[in-house]
């Protein structure tokens, strides 16, 4: 970027959060990239749009829409670009008409020349220009997150930081850069603190499968699973006996006699204690990740907090039991860009009977419908969940019928239907994190009586968040919900 | 637990656009997660017994991501049609069946209210993105310029 010059004095590193990630939507990711690298042997740029994601012990850039150079905007040489103040004006006008929410990233190539491959390093004269360049375009843009990209020639070789101001301006260097559809993939810096298995014989067979990449990806993956009953506990012992290096879950119920029959980790000595405490000391034993961390939390999974403890995980488990929590799993997955696998099983009795039944799971990711769209997740079925014990009164109020439904609503649960949902989900994970086959599959749904594997053909309606807020993060709404203890009727 | 922001801003945009003063209970039907919007002063048709009444409806906690219930009410239950419908020689109204334990104590004193059952959106699907309780109170309204027999 213009001719060298002497850095004149050291970036001024700060600290966001202990980890600082950028992530973007991998089609455009890839997209970016390759119109960048059209330029070789010259230098090239663009800027684009991003939305801060910050949690609990992660702070994320999401990257967005770019904002390419018009002709005579940018003029770049193999060793130097230089930006026209009209361009940084342009895109500054975009980002203060997006919102306060909005920063600037910028992505330049440091392409193949001459002398060999192009590092995806900042240079010093990277750092002398972006030290002069992010002042301006944050200046008045407290609430927003700005980032800096070099690519290298070769696809993998990156190098990215962030910005971001206070009363001064501050930069962190980057780990890595989530690439997130409907596989998850990740780009580590040379700042990544990713380390392989302190132990890789013990994961021996599924290495196999996988390769050492992927021991290595699952093992520096932080998962978040949100409710540790029935479905939670069997996907907290897979991961944790799959090799995932860090689990971070929730849930604030004690163990009753009545969860025993599906509670994986819980014995009858457990009973009266909390769910959460006794399903980590199981995992704990069982858990092949070497190191291992798994941090229990005894809340709801969708209270304010724990969505920001969310924001820092990299794929969530949504083993929730109502649709209310599923909603701002279900946005966090678009509009935060962490991939959520939702899994959920019903069972329907008619006088004593099982007519029905079935489990389903499926990954809500950017490329793929939500549960709104695989109709999961229907105002409908949201709103019965909250007449509660007056289900259906708008079906009975008119004809003078009891408001009141009978029954005490506790649907039956059982383990082999449970093991099935977990069972989909889990291959679903395994698919996301490697991309074991060629597609990955919308939702499924194992129906009963019918013993038939159903495949979701709807797709993503075109004005729903999941097409329209992906990326959005913090810019985007998400409510908590935490649902009050329903007040006995009357 | 007081209604979340997003139901009370779409009850002030329901008040803006229909020109009465809707309010929203603080409390959730007891055994619900529902809230009750109501207006105590609304335009009754000139066949009802009373020419002017409480009306309102129940939206639940997650609005807009859940729909309003298919249904409304107005107050107090003894309203009546002033002259009997012919076809089923009654003056009650068509459909509408008084209905104690339908509001919290805290809203008209928790009395029995005439609910309407009333399926408008069996036929328009809600639309969390689309639609808000100004689209839901208009559909709600139009059964009074519905015959009262069916």
């Known amino acids: 970027m213009v001719e060298a010059q002497p850095v004149d004095r050291v970036l001024p590193v700060g600290h966001l959060r202990l980890e600082v990630q950028l992530a973007c939507e991998s089609q455009s990711w890839e997209a970016i990239g390759e119109r960048l690298r059209l330029a070789a042997p010259n230098e090239a740029c663009t800027f684009v749009l991003t939305r801060p994601s910050v949690g609990h012990s992660r702070a994320t850039v999401l990257l967005g829409q770019p904002v390419w150079p018009e002709p005579g905007e940018v003029t770049p040489t193999p060793y130097s670009l230089d930006i026209k103040g009209d361009y940084i004006s342009r895109v500054m006008d975009r980002a203060i008409d997006e919102g306060p929410l909005t920063g600037i990233a910028l992505i330049h190539t440091h392409p193949a020349t001459e002398f060999g491959a192009g590092r995806g390093v900042f240079s010093q004269r990277d750092d002398w220009y972006e030290d002069r360049l992010f002042p301006t375009l944050s200046l008045g843009r407290s609430h927003a997150l700005f980032a800096s990209i070099v690519l290298g020639s070769e696809p993998s070789d990156v190098d990215a930081r962030v910005w971001w101001r206070t009363d001064q301006l501050w930069v962190q260097p980057a780990q890595t850069i989530r690439l997130v559809s409907k596989t998850l993939r990740f780009l580590e810096t040379p700042h990544s603190t990713w380390a392989d298995h302190a132990d890789p014989d013990i994961m021996d067979r599924s290495t196999r499968l996988w390769g050492a990449e992927g021991r290595r990806r699952l093992q520096n993956l932080r998962i978040g699973v949100v409710g540790a009953g029935g479905t939670g506990s069997l996907v907290l012992a897979s991961a944790a006996m799959m090799g995932i290096g860090k689990i971070r879950a929730w849930d604030p119920d004690v163990i009753q006699k009545t969860n025993l029959n599906r509670l994986l980790g819980a014995t009858r000595d457990d009973v009266g204690k909390k769910k959460i405490e006794v399903l980590r000391d199981f995992a704990v034993k069982i858990a092949t990740a070497k190191p291992f961390e798994f941090e229990a939390i005894d809340r709801i999974g969708t209270s304010a907090e724990s969505l920001e403890q969310l924001k820092d995980c990299d794929v969530i488990f949504s083993c929730v039991d109502k649709l209310a929590p599923r909603v701002p799993l279900n946005d966090l997955a678009y509009a935060h860009l962490i991939p959520t696998l939702d899994m959920g099983s019903w069972i329907h009795e008619d006088g004593g009977r099982v007519d029905d039944f079935m489990t389903h799971a499926g990954l809500l990711a950017p490329g793929m419908p939500c549960a709104r769209c695989t109709q999961k997740l229907s105002p409908g079925a949201l709103k019965r969940e909250a007449q509660g014990v007056q289900r259906d009164a708008e079906r009975r109020a008119g004809y003078g019928l009891n408001l009141t439904s009978e029954g005490d609503e506790i649907e039956p649960s059982v383990l082999p239907l449970n093991l099935t949902g977990v069972g989909l989900a889990m291959l679903q994970f395994m698919q996301l994190v490697m991309q074991l086959t060629p597609r990955t599959p919308r939702n499924l749904t194992m129906r009963m009586p019918l013993w038939d594997l159903d495949e979701s053909d709807l797709d993503a309606l075109s004005d729903c968040g999941c097409v329209n807020d992906v990326g959005l993060g913090d810019a985007c709404n998400i409510r908590p919900v935490v649902p009050d203890p329903v007040p006995p009727s009357p | ?150």
Request: proline share 9%; hydrophobic share 35%; charged share 20%.
């Open chain 2, 1 to 150: 637990m007081p209604a979340p922001s997003t139901l009370l801003e779409a009850v002030a945009h329901l008040s803006a656009a229909s020109g009465y003063e809707f309010d929203v209970s603080d409390d959730v039907v007891p055994g619900t997660q529902l809230y009750v919007v109501y207006t105590e002063a609304h335009d009754l048709p000139e066949r009802y017994t009373l020419r002017q009444g409480a009306l309102g409806f129940r939206a639940p906690g997650m609005y807009p991501d859940a729909s309003p219930e298919d249904s409304f009410f107005i107050a107090p239950s003894t309203i009546k049609l002033v002259t009997p419908n012919p076809e089923r020689n009654s003056t009650d109204l068509n459909r509408a069946s008084a209905t104690p334990g339908f509001l919290p104590s805290s809203i008209l004193a928790g009395a029995s209210v005439l609910v309407f059952s009333w399926h408008i959106w069996d036929r328009f699907s809600w639309r969390p993105r689309t639609h808000t309780l100004v689209d839901h109170y208009t559909h709600c309204v139009r059964r009074f310029e519905q015959p009262e027999h069916g």
